[in-house]
């Protein structure tokens, strides 16, 4: 039998439910992933893995069962075992492939295939991680804006708020934890040929005798921001786990949107504080963003 793509309810902040368990396949090394037709649990995503799993548990009968990871997972039209990570031949969300969230437990669960399930994620690890999430995206959206006249001409890209896009365009790696979300940026060839200049100009210095003045103003424009306290949801055109999920945030220059398949705050006043440290890396080819939030 095909398992169906599984039905998230994470998008809407969603921290527990209940499900049928559709199966359980051993994972090795003693682990076994549960399949249910529907979850709050946020997986980690395989192909841009920038959020963490939720954690929490899975009850079956009265047995509460710990969640020790979760996983994205892809089940051929033939059916068969599920694959997961980097063991998936296709792209995400192919129409042919069923994709699944993987509950990973710590051992054999047993015989409960079939069985209602509760469902409960770690709420405070998910509040965390999605203050994170909401922070890295409003930290994109300040940097363009502190970075705007570095850009010698158009870059062809341009942010939700009319800023040349250096996030997307220079952007290397976005991981995030309970505490902050780390954003690294290439500064190298490719980038300049688009226009972007780290070097001095008459109007302004080089970037790295720049720093201090663009953390205080991408600080600046955050705390405008987190004052205002925007409304954020996410919009999803469909409750299945591949369905292409949008960030959506009311700030007070405009709607911002940005593609995410993540976890997030329902408004900005859930943060007491956001703050972004930037720095550059030895060499000078990289710039790294470490932005904090402070939950209220």
Not at 24 to 29: F, K, M, S, Y
Not at 165 to 181: C, N, R, Y
Not at 223 to 235: E, L, S
Request: charged share 20%; glycine share 10%; proline share 7%.
């Amino acid at each position: 039998m095909t398992l169906p793509t599984t039905h998230v309810s994470f998008p809407a902040g969603a921290v527990t439910g209940e499900s049928t368990v559709l199966a359980v396949h051993p994972l090795g090394d003693g682990r076994h992933a549960v399949v249910t037709a529907a979850t709050p649990f946020h997986p980690l995503d395989h192909t841009w893995p920038d959020q963490p799993a939720d954690l929490g548990t899975l009850t079956v009968d009265g047995v509460e069962l710990a969640v020790v990871d979760c996983l994205t997972g892809a089940v051929g039209p033939d059916g068969g075992t599920p694959l997961a990570g980097a063991d998936i031949p296709v792209r995400r969300g192919d129409e042919e492939w069923s994709w699944l969230v993987l509950h990973v437990l710590a051992a054999d669960p047993g015989d409960i295939t079939g069985r209602p399930a509760a469902l409960a994620v770690d709420a405070g690890r998910r509040a965390a991680l999605s203050a994170a999430h909401s922070g890295c995206h409003l930290l994109a959206l300040a940097l363009n804006e502190a970075l705007a006249p570095r850009w010698r001409k158009d870059p062809g890209r341009t942010d939700a708020l009319g800023h040349p896009d250096f996030d997307s365009l220079a952007m290397a790696s976005s991981v995030m934890d309970t505490g902050a979300s780390t954003d690294t940026y290439r500064l190298g060839k490719s980038l300049r040929k688009k226009g972007f200049t780290t070097e001095a100009t008459e109007e302004f210095p080089a970037l790295a005798d720049a720093l201090p003045a663009l953390t205080e103003a991408v600080n600046r424009r955050l705390a405008d921001w987190i004052a205002a306290d925007a409304p954020v949801r996410v919009d999803v055109p469909g409750p299945e786990l591949t369905a292409r999920r949008q960030w959506h945030c009311e700030l007070p220059e405009g709607a911002a949107r940005i593609f995410c398949g993540g976890t997030h705050l329902h408004h900005l006043g859930e943060l007491a504080e956001l703050r972004t440290e930037l720095r550059l890396s030895g060499d000078g080819g990289e710039l790294v963003a470490v932005t904090r939030p402070k939950r209220v």
